[in-house]
């Protein structure tokens, strides 16, 4: 059975930084795409970066410079690091994955996903 677990999730101010971690287990994904995306309540869920099998990054606009994807293909894990933090970033932060090679920034390209956590920044 395929598992992708969040943690590192929290309350930071605005301006601060936080690195949120996503373990996998049940398959490898080291040949496969790793992403973020993230979810307010009311809203669609949205893509926030991916990591491909050969280490490229892509970004969506609105983190670009401050949010850094990164994987430890041997920990089976990947990472989002976010700086920088504002208040248009609290949401719950979900990792997923998908069996292709090629990156997506459409959710339903992704077949695997984490229950999700929760990311609050304070004003």
């Known amino acids: 059975q395929v598992q992708l677990v969040e943690s590192g999730g929290g309350l930071v101010q605005a301006g601060g930084s936080l690195r949120v971690s996503c373990a996998t287990s049940?398959?490898?994904?080291?040949?496969?795409?790793l992403a973020w995306f993230r979810q307010v309540p009311g809203m669609e869920r949205e893509f926030v970066a991916a990591?491909?099998?050969?280490?490229?990054?892509y970004y969506a606009d609105s983190v670009k410079g401050r949010f850094t994807i990164s994987r430890d293909n041997a920990k089976n894990a990947v990472y989002l690091q976010m700086n920088n933090l504002q208040t248009e970033d609290p949401a719950v932060y979900y990792c997923?994955?998908?069996?292709?090679?090629?990156?997506?920034?459409?959710?339903?390209?992704?077949?695997?996903w984490g229950p999700g956590t929760q990311v609050t920044v304070s004003s």
């Open positions: 049940g398959r490898t994904f080291s040949s496969s795409v």
């Open positions: 990591s491909t099998w050969h280490d490229e990054s």
């Open positions: 997923a994955g998908r069996a292709g090679t090629s990156w997506s920034t459409r959710q339903n390209d992704y077949i695997y």
